[in-house]
């Protein structure tokens, strides 16, 4: 009777966990409700966002890859990594012409991505359209064009890298070949808040077979708002209507379905991002205590390429580069990916000998 009550209630296993307690007259049921409550009340929301914002159109293709991917990668016993990177939007208008963004460049995910790869990881690069990508994000803008050049010797035309630009694409294109002939990553791409959680939940569905073998790196600076559906007009809006009013609702937070219901024993690392340092070690401390997942990676956005701070349940560690290393170019995640891939094997070390 209890769970015909709870709205949207569609969890089988904590419904069959509850009828079984139930059936042997257990006096532990009381228990089980109370973590069915936590958990439904926590859902609700979420599951009211799937349920009226429809899938994006090329939604079932990209299920498909995943699943193509994942399963080719657990056959082989691989360790899979999803990258979630850059900022989702906020549509204004059903035919788009204005949106509200959440600012992410693509840096942290596209560089992280080709750290896991070295790692030896299987990499779902789950990305904002035209954000930067792995590899690519070395040479943005002309930079590309730069390295070439053009020579014409009676109509045959020949494009070479220029001799001073060998030694910047040698590396980046042999890793490149290298991930790209093993199968290694896939990207997949979204826009808006909503396209985002549909692949998130959808990646979550076929990583949840890897157990813990799989790592969650949620670099992907997600909306906390957005506008209901049905409260954004079809067109474009018309500034002789006079100043909008728009009124932002709050995003579920998706973090808690999936560590408690969609990927409960995968590894799940959380992003934190603030613009006041007195806020980020104890938001990142209360996201851990909600959430219950493994780590914090507490940035800020004014030095996030220089310095991070590791959150897990036990200790903060610092992730420093000096100024000269950042001048350099040495990318700051190539530090936390090391972190993340040790504690990483911890999880499995332990998962395995339980
Ligand atoms: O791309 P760059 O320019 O290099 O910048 C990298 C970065 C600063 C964007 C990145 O390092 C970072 O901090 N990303 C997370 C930004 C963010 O969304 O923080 P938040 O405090 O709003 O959310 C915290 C966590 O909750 C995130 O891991 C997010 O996945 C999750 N979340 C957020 C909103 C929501 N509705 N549901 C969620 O689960």
């Not at 070295?118 to 792995?134: C, N, T, W």
């Not at 001073?164 to 590396?171: H, K, M, Q, R």
């Not at 077979?209 to 969650?216: C, D, E, F, T, Y």
């Not at 474009?236 to 609702?249: A, T, Y």
Request: proline share 5%.
């Amino acid at each position: 009777l209890y769970i015909e009550t709870i709205p949207n209630f569609s969890n089988l296993k904590l419904k069959h966990l509850l009828l079984c307690s139930l059936k042997t007259r257990d006096h532990r049921p009381y228990r089980v409700i109370k973590r069915l409550r936590a958990v439904v009340t926590m859902s609700g929301s979420w599951e009211e966002f799937f349920a009226t914002h429809l899938p994006p159109t090329d939604f079932e293709d990209n299920r498909s890859l995943l699943k193509e991917f994942c399963e080719r990668h657990d056959r082989q016993g691989h360790r899979i990594v999803l990258v979630t990177s850059g900022g989702t939007t906020v549509p204004l208008e059903h035919n788009t012409v204005r949106f509200v963004d959440n600012f992410s460049a693509g840096k942290r995910g596209s560089a992280s991505a080709e750290y896991f790869l070295d790692q030896g990881y299987a990499v779902i690069f789950m990305h904002r359209l035209k954000s930067l990508e792995p590899f690519t994000r070395h040479f943005n803008g002309q930079k590309l064009l730069d390295m070439l050049e053009m020579q014409d010797e009676s109509n045959n035309t020949t494009i070479r890298v220029k001799q001073d630009s060998v030694f910047a694409l040698a590396p980046v294109l042999s890793r490149y070949q290298a991930a790209h002939a093993a199968g290694a990553i896939l990207h997949v791409a979204f826009t808006t808040v909503s396209e985002y959680f549909w692949l998130l939940r959808a990646a979550c569905e076929v990583l949840a077979k890897s157990g813990p073998r799989a790592l969650l790196y949620l670099a992907a600076a997600v909306s906390d708002f957005y506008i209901p559906k049905d409260s954004i007009p079809t067109h474009k809006m018309q500034s002789e209507s006079g100043p909008p009013v728009i009124q932002l609702h709050l995003v579920p937070k998706m973090l808690a379905p999936l560590v408690n219901l969609w990927v409960p024993n995968a590894y799940v690392v959380s992003f934190k991002l603030e613009t006041e340092e007195n806020l980020l070690i104890p938001k990142s401390r209360a996201a851990l205590e909600k959430y219950k997942h493994k780590m914090v990676i507490a940035n800020m956005l004014q030095n996030r390429h220089q310095r991070v701070l590791v959150v897990t349940r036990d200790a903060n560690q610092e992730i420093l580069l000096s100024r000269e290393e950042l001048l350099a170019g040495a990318d700051i995640e190539a530090g936390i990916v090391g972190v993340i891939v040790s504690h990483h094997s911890d999880h499995l070390a332990h998962s395995e000998a339980r």
